[in-house]
């Protein structure tokens, strides 16, 4: 395992150095907090949630390389800052993908989940005084989002109250269970042990070893079963399970998760379609999913788990360092999108994805071991 750790802790130092020197070209001075970045594809500053894994990013590299960094982490620590300023007053984090001119953001908690670990990581080591805030308020509007009546559901989207989108209750739980380690508040850990309790129950209602990707209240498939959305929950999953205290319920939804694994290794194995194992159109190739890399490592006390997350490494390293550089990221056009929306994503947020949960990977390695 340690030989396993090192070598992936030495190929993530060089990926993070080729994002870093992309996200310092796309940096620009801010009166306000003195540091910005901007998303050309969107024409705009980058989102929240791509800002602040661009700053985890940025600090990650301060762990390892020479020299001094005071520079890059006050550009981190700035950016963290122009991220809170763009928070919307209820404590969403916008999203400003595929909607129409004039429409405003959208509000999924998805961008708060994705964003939890490096408001976490920046806070608790990179002195981010911002991040904590950031966070607080974030959990306030997740309270907000809860299902009245079943506990451990929120619903993804403020007009999204027909389903429960189980990826997006994973999110809402990690981000809670952040909340709670870096505050001692009890209702955080509580809301979020609630989720793990819910995901353990939904997990095989359907079929067996999957969650599918939306379920009606009544119990009915929505959306079915998507791989990369699977690789989600057990991800994020992980957040929740780091900081669970009832060790019955923990053991319990660590071995829901160690199943869910099993069934996405089961898939890369068989080498199934994309269409085989994806019921959401915009869904990526395992292989070129951050999601199910951070899965892959969070369960890295499976062999075979390891094995693939090795594997998508080298891929995601040959391409980054070779040729393809940050063109890799540059987003495939998609006959399905209505082109009067803004993109479904950029090559910067492709990068920030990549590069955050490379982050997330790093900093996981690097606290826990």
């Not at 001075?29 to 800002?51: P, Q, V």
């Not at 451990?152 to 989108?165: F, I, N, Q």
């Not at 006959?335 to 949960?357: L, S, W, Y």
């Amino acid at each position: 395992m340690k030989d396993w750790q090192d070598e992936m802790k030495q190929k993530f130092e060089v990926l993070l150095d080729v994002f870093n020197q992309y996200f310092l070209t796309q940096v620009v001075e801010s009166g306000e907090t003195g540091f910005d970045i901007k998303d050309e594809m969107l024409g705009s500053m980058a989102s929240s949630c791509t800002t602040l894994e661009a700053a985890l990013s940025l600090f990650a590299g301060t762990l390892f390389a020479d020299g001094s960094h005071d520079n890059t982490l006050s550009i981190a620590q700035g950016l963290v800052e122009s991220a809170g300023l763009r928070q919307h007053a209820d404590g969403a984090l916008g999203q400003p993908f595929y909607i129409l001119p004039g429409s405003g953001e959208t509000k999924d908690i998805a961008e708060i989940g994705a964003a939890a670990d490096a408001l976490y990581f920046l806070y608790r080591y990179g002195k981010a005084a911002a991040a904590k805030d950031i966070l607080l308020k974030a959990a306030g509007f997740l309270e907000k989002m809860s299902h009245p009546e079943v506990k451990g559901v929120y619903y993804k989207r403020p007009d999204a109250t027909h389903h429960d989108v189980l990826n997006g209750d994973a999110y809402a739980g990690a981000a809670l269970m952040r909340a709670y380690q870096i505050t001692g508040e009890k209702k955080y850990h509580d809301w979020a042990s609630e989720v793990a309790a819910h995901l353990i129950r939904r997990f095989g209602a359907h079929q067996e070893g999957w969650w599918p990707y939306a379920e009606y209240f009544d119990g009915r498939v929505d959306v079915g079963n998507s791989l990369g959305y699977q690789a989600t929950v057990i991800a994020f999953g992980h957040d929740i399970l780091d900081g669970m205290e009832d060790q019955g319920l923990k053991s319990e939804f660590a071995g829901v998760l160690d199943q869910a694994m099993l069934k996405v290794i089961e898939c890369i194995e068989a080498d199934l379609s994309l269409r085989e194992v994806e019921s959401v159109w915009w869904a990526s190739p395992w292989n070129k999913s951050a999601e199910v890399f951070l899965a892959l490592v969070k369960q890295r006390h499976q062999e075979k788990a390891r094995k693939y997350a090795a594997v998508q490494l080298n891929e995601i390293s040959q391409n980054v360092l070779g040729q393809e550089g940050i063109s890799y990221f540059i987003p495939p056009k998609r006959d399905e999108a209505d082109p009067n929306r803004t993109p479904v994503t950029t090559t910067f947020r492709k990068v920030a994805t990549m590069a955050g949960i490379i982050s997330y990977a790093y900093m996981d390695l690097w606290e826990r071991g």
